[in-house]
């Protein structure tokens, strides 16, 4: 069955390390997302791509980046971690449907 | 931009009590319209889905909604709420090829 996959699930970093985490999707979809989600604010889009080599920025992007090698990966990286990046990250992939799968999340924790 | 509000922050019902929570986004024209649920501890899942025809939506474990184009309105419903759908839940709207969420609706329901 098609899934999307997160990794690390949970992680533990430092202020001003970089952490990347991964989403892999095998639904074959075009679209792929990353948001977080924070009490009192539900899922804020933090970037998105609609296809190989495309990014764009989302409402939340400052001090996150991504890139797109090809179609079923999507990796976050957070440049210079920063206590208030402290969140759960959910990535999630659509086709031409727009419904959204979503996979199953990272808890990223910055002391 | 589109966006969505849910006014509805935290509701608790008796089991077998109905429940109506509601959602409202920003403009008009054609909108495609989701909600979505998170149990505790999981990622979200598709509950219904309106792209166009018929204005009542059923979903998944008896949920269903009503798109309302007059009120800007599409509110989610079940009869009779159960244990099991202690969750947060989530409207969300299609902005071109992202999805806007609202800030999130959490239910607790007591046996």
């Known amino acids: 069955d098609a899934e999307i996959t997160q990794s690390p699930r949970h992680k533990i970093t430092e202020t001003g390390r970089q952490v990347t985490l991964a989403c892999h999707q095998t639904?074959?979809?075009?679209?792929m997302f990353w948001y977080r989600q924070d009490l009192g604010h539900g899922l804020r889009l933090i970037h998105y791509s609609y296809g190989v080599q495309d990014t764009n920025k989302g409402e939340v992007s400052d001090g996150y980046s991504v890139s797109r090698s090809n179609t079923e990966d999507l990796p976050l990286t957070l440049e210079s971690a920063a206590s208030s990046q402290t969140s759960v990250y959910f990535c999630?992939?659509?086709?031409?449907?727009?419904?959204?799968?979503f996979g199953p999340g990272t808890r990223l924790t910055v002391l | 931009a589109q966006s969505v509000s849910q006014h509805n922050h935290h509701v608790i019902l008796s089991e077998a009590a109905s429940l109506e929570l509601g959602c409202n986004y920003s403009?008009?024209?054609?909108?495609?319209l989701f909600w979505y649920v998170q149990y505790p501890g999981q990622h979200l899942q598709l509950l219904l889905k309106?792209?166009?025809?018929?204005?009542l939506v059923k979903g998944i474990k008896g949920f269903e909604a009503e798109f309302i184009k007059s009120k800007f309105s599409f509110n989610l419903r079940k009869p009779s709420v159960q244990w099991s759908d202690t969750a947060e839940y989530f409207c969300?709207?299609?902005?071109?090829?992202?999805?806007?969420f609202g800030t999130g609706t959490r239910l607790q329901v007591f046996p």
């Open positions: 999630a992939s659509s086709g031409q449907a727009n419904e959204q799968f």
């Open positions: 309106y792209f166009s025809g018929d204005p």
């Open positions: 639904w074959n979809h075009n679209n």
């Open positions: 969300a709207v299609k902005d071109t090829d992202k999805l806007i």
């Open positions: 403009y008009g024209g054609t909108v495609n």
